[in-house]
């Protein structure tokens, strides 16, 4: 259970990237006054709980009311958890795009898809699979995920400082060391779904 809750919370730091969110949040809310950026970042953490939690509870009914199978699903999320991983390795962070002072950025791109990525979806989804982990394993991914939010909306709150601490390089630089934990993760992802190594253990 130890080795899954660190699993998790990587994978989930990884996704929901609480530093690249920081740098978005920045350049979006830097026409905003301290109080209005400290409310956007509190309404913006909400919502992306909101929809976080909301996949952990319903999103696997929803996936069999499609008639999409978790396999099917692991499978799927692992590639795009891995393709989430190298954008976040080659991609660099655009902090000159959107600074108008609308309290709507906390919804949109903070929110969603920002701090709720995609890939924080997927995740949550796969790592609270009803029938591979039991309800106390999947309460404590759903608790990793209310601390990597709160570590979210801590680093989003004192957003000025921090930045002037790590500046915009240091923060680029965590955030592609994550892209590769991210992609090694998602292979790992991949590997379980299709049973790599049970063929490997299988001798000649």
Known sequence: ??????????????????????????????????????????????????????????????LTAMGISLLSFQLGGGIILFLFGLQMI??????????????????????????????????????????????????MTGLIVVATLAITWVMMFFSDRILAVIGSGGASLLTKIMGMILAALSVQLVMNAIGVEQWANIGP
């Open 90 to 139: 080659f991609t660099e962070n655009d902090q000159s795009s959107g600074k108008e002072p609308d309290h709507n950025v906390a919804i949109f791109p903070i929110a969603i898809p920002a701090t709720a990525t995609p890939g924080a979806i997927l995740a949550v989804i796969l790592l609270t699979d009803n029938q591979i982990y039991p309800i106390a394993q999947q309460l």
């Open 1 to 62: 259970m130890f080795d899954k809750a660190i699993q998790d919370a990587l994978i989930l730091w990884a996704t929901i990237d609480p530093i690249g969110t920081l740098a978005i949040f920045s350049a979006l809310t830097a026409g905003m006054s301290v109080t209005q950026r400290r409310k956007t970042a509190t309404r913006a953490v909400l919502y992306a709980g909101g929809v976080l939690i909301g996949s952990l509870v319903i999103g696997q009914v929803l």
